[in-house]
């Protein structure tokens, strides 16, 4: 009963016209839209901006995003920008008993998934991030070297928030409790380019239940699809 | 009969033991829990830290908040930290028909919530929060100087956001659409600081949308309250 119920879903899913995500695959903020996408089986359209011609400046792209920035998203007449906001919405939408990634009909669960959403939003990736942009961004599509002072007291930055993250990692399988949530898949594209495109990806080993947390999420189908495409390694 | 349940509702919520909110009222992150707190109408103790004697970097703190930051807060078991996901959790527990302040219930609604909190989060704050920095919080509790080549860019920065705002303004009478709700509220205590303790609140004449939206905020009871008590003109 409950794979014929699936299966109706599936096929209900594959006739709706997809859903649009404005951006290139590999800006992180995009990513994090497609990470959900991709966890609940979304069908959707990837319409890329072209970013050295200034698309996200021109009016088709502000009419969506006034802030000129990507993603933007599209379903139908619901137009929508904000990586975080697209995502939520995403989850909303294709929730279901079995695929509750907000779980926002518990008081508690809810909480703590916002917790570390937002922690994810003001203390990892303001960490993390720069020492990406610094070793991988800049120098690959701007030309620019790294500049060594932001990366090390960025590494510094991580290794408090690391600490923090092993700890509550050491006592819950997942950031929210021990069911998988947003506030996991939100670390997803920042994670990933330290991991591949930085030298500092032994950093985790000092940190073994991140390490395994990590681990364990890139084993998951949606992000070793996403991943593939990614990897500066190919 | 409603008016039978809303008695109901308010002795309720008397009988209950209050939840805690732990830092100094003045802080922009406090207020923004304060505020939801206030508009739905829960009973709360507020409970400070004492921040010159560093009471945010002891134990008993960094049991609530492991990053030493305020808030806090606490719901019987219920420990959380980061101010956007305790607003969130007071707003989903005190709920009603009447006070949904989140529209999680509607896709679209509660996709706007949530596009225009994360644009409080990552385009506003940025731009005025630096003004308010340097021209009231580091003169005032740290005796430092005012940057003003910070004030200067980050009032190029606020234009242009409040640019933005002012032309959706002119179309919804609230950020999410028609309905007040937590996108709103998250704009109180930067905003109030700004037109409040520094010397740029005319700024905001140039924008007669966001301006009466700002003034319509301001003559809720909750606002007023707050506002009274972390007013720098007493």
Same mark, same amino acid.
């Given at each position: 009963m409950l794979r014929l119920a699936t299966i109706a879903t599936t096929l209900t899913r594959k006739l709706m016209a997809p859903v649009k995500v404005f951006g290139p695959a590999a800006s992180t903020n995009v990513a994090r839209v497609l990470v959900c996408l991709e966890e609940v089986g979304a069908d959707y359209e990837l319409v890329d901006i072209d970013f050295p011609g200034k698309g996200h400046k021109r009016p088709d792209h502000l009419a969506r995003n006034p802030f000129g920035q990507v993603p933007a998203f599209q379903d139908g007449d619901v137009i929508l920008f904000e990586s975080r906001a697209i995502a939520k919405y995403v989850l909303r939408k294709y929730k279901s008993e079995q695929l509750d990634l907000l779980r926002e009909g518990?008081? %508690?669960?809810?909480?703590? *998934?916002? #917790?570390? =959403?937002? *922690?994810?939003?003001?203390?990892?990736? /303001?960490?993390? !991030? /720069?020492? *990406?942009?610094? +070793?991988?961004?800049?120098? =690959?599509?701007?030309?620019?070297?790294?500049?060594?002072? #932001? *990366? &090390? %007291? !960025?590494?510094?930055?991580? $290794? $408090?928030?690391? %600490?923090? @993250? %092993?700890?509550?990692?050491? $006592?819950?399988?997942?950031?929210?409790?021990?069911? #998988? !949530?947003?506030?996991?898949?939100?670390?997803?594209? +920042? =994670?990933? @380019?330290?991991? &591949?495109a930085t030298p500092y990806s032994n950093l985790f080993d000092s940190y073994p239940y991140v390490k395994a947390w990590w681990e364990n999420l890139m084993s998951r189908p949606s992000m070793k699809k996403l991943g593939a495409n990614m990897s500066t390694r190919n």
């Open positions: 518990n008081l %508690e669960e809810a909480a703590m *998934v916002d #917790v570390w =959403t937002e *922690v994810e939003t003001h203390q990892y990736h /303001p960490a993390l !991030s /720069p020492i *990406v942009l610094e +070793c991988f961004i800049y120098p =690959t599509l701007r030309g620019l070297p790294t500049n060594q002072k #932001v *990366v &090390d %007291e !960025s590494l510094e930055k991580a $290794k $408090k928030v690391l %600490e923090i @993250y %092993e700890t509550h990692l050491s $006592k819950h399988k997942y950031l929210a409790g021990d069911f #998988v !949530s947003f506030a996991d898949f939100n670390h997803f594209a +920042c =994670t990933f @380019y330290f991991m &591949d």
